[in-house]
């Protein structure tokens, strides 16, 4: 699992500091120039530049973060197709062979389940990826075996295509579910915001006027943004899971009722 500083800290701490800290830089810049005579160029342009770089920065952060977010659910309800194909195929079978099958496929769908309502559990994330590594061999194995038997060829040529695109929808959770937006672009989008705040400030001290509500409300918009942005990035915790689709993994269970 992912561990930063930025990564391990809960995002509505880190929002919450960006707060403190764009309201400070706003009455520091304020401070500064409001002691000072106003220039003769109007520097509003610029600033409207910065306002825009900004917005832009925010955009694209959290489009890289929604994406990634609408990927593990797309990648999460494609696993779930997939289990249930391999589900349903296993009755090809005569009952005494699909029987082993359902018992496995139930054992594979339990690991599957307890890898995603882990958390941040590192000795459970491990332990259900170690428990869905031994079923997957388990049903390889079976499987092969049955394709070099005559009487059930047919039925394996089926399985097997159906258990290669299950395990590697489960590759392709995993990778989607460690994916996340560079923590680059996330310090960059931190920081741009301090500065702009200040900035903000800055320019306001030359009118010897700041407003408390545009300014309250610049920082808590901003802030809530960056507070969505990084909880669409964390698929392990936060207010946006992937709970709707895990629950198509619980329905696929009633086939072993």
């Given at each position: ?8 800290t809960?995002?509505l ?57 609408d ?46 309502e ?90 010897k ?10 920082c ?14 964390r ?14 993994l ?8």
């Amino acid at each position: 699992m992912k561990h930063s500083f930025l990564y391990d800290t809960d995002a509505l701490i880190i929002v919450s500091a960006l707060f403190v800290l764009m309201f400070a830089a706003i009455k520091t810049g304020y401070k500064i120039s409001s002691g000072r005579s106003k220039p003769d160029s109007d520097h509003s342009g610029i600033l409207s530049s910065l306002l825009g770089l900004l917005a832009l920065l925010l955009a694209f952060t959290f489009g890289m973060s929604g994406s990634r977010y609408d990927s593990r659910k797309a990648s999460l309800v494609q696993e779930s197709n997939d289990i249930g194909t391999a589900i349903l195929r296993a009755n090809v079978y005569p009952d005494s062979i699909a029987n082993f099958y359902k018992k496995d496929f139930n054992n594979y769908l339990n690991a599957r389940i307890a890898y995603f309502e882990s958390g941040r559990d590192e000795e459970k994330i491990s332990a259900s990826q170690k428990k869905t590594a031994a079923v997957s061999a388990i049903l390889w194995k079976r499987t092969t075996d049955l394709a070099h038997q005559k009487d059930n060829l047919l039925p394996s040529n089926m399985m097997i295509p159906a258990l290669n695109s299950m395990f590697d929808s489960a590759t392709t959770v995993n990778a989607a579910y460690a994916s996340s937006v560079p923590e680059s672009i996330v310090y960059l989008l931190l920081i741009f915001s301090i500065v702009i705040s200040f900035y903000i400030g800055y320019s306001s001290g030359f009118k010897k006027t700041l407003e408390p509500y545009f300014t309250f409300g610049f920082c808590f918009l901003t802030c809530v943004v960056i507070y969505i942005t990084l909880d669409l990035d964390r698929p392990r915790r936060g207010i946006i899971n992937l709970q709707n689709e895990i629950v198509l993994l619980r329905d696929l269970q009633t086939n072993f009722n």
